[in-house]
């Protein structure tokens, strides 16, 4: 959501409660948002954007809330995403990752190509003055622009998973 000096991401809690993994994402900042209850994740809301104004951290936030199973296209988008960068004031880094389906299956046995597109930022005075449904609505037109795009755009980062 903003560039700082660590990111973190905002994640389902199940993935918490796993033994080794859950400890790790806890000690790296990472936070558990509950979708199903909408106080608790209000409550999850309001910490990303404190630690956004206080820390040196940024937040990675799936605007569909889960992963995308489907061949092409996006999912609706949740507003909660959104309302994290304005109670925050930061700006929107739009990203599009692609190709981590391809990790569990392949990893760790053999190199694994995820890609990480930067598709665009939405500066914070925009974030500030735009309603969250139409922060929604504007992420999501660049993102499916973005999906048109030649699978070699000019900034992108490749990381390599695996031993090879």
């Known amino acids: ?22 400890r790790m994402l806890h ?3 990472f936070l558990a948002i509950n979708r199903q209850e909408a106080r608790e994740a209000l409550i999850t809301i309001r910490e990303v954007a404190n630690r956004l104004k206080t820390m040196p951290i940024s937040y990675g936030v799936f605007p569909e809330g889960t ?14 995403v959104f309302l994290m960068a304005k109670k925050a004031g930061v700006p929107i880094v739009i990203v599009r990752v692609t190709d981590t389906d391809k990790v569990k299956h392949r990893s760790p046995w ?27 609505e504007m992420v999501r037109e660049r993102m ?5 795009l030649p699978r070699v755009p000019k900034i992108r980062r490749t ?4 031993n090879n």
């Open 27 to 29: 000690k790296s900042g």
């Open 67 to 80: 992963r995308n199973r489907q061949v092409e296209g996006l999912l609706p988008f949740r507003e909660g």
């Open 1 to 22: 959501m903003t560039c700082g000096k660590s990111i973190a991401f905002v994640s389902k809690p199940e993935n918490f409660d796993k033994p080794i993994i859950g």
């Open 110 to 136: 053999r190199k694994t190509r995820v890609y990480v597109d930067f598709v665009d930022v939405i500066d914070a005075d925009t974030v500030k003055a735009t309603r969250s449904h139409e922060l929604s």
């Open 159 to 162: 990381f390599k998973y695996g």
């Open 144 to 148: 499916a622009a973005a999906e048109g």
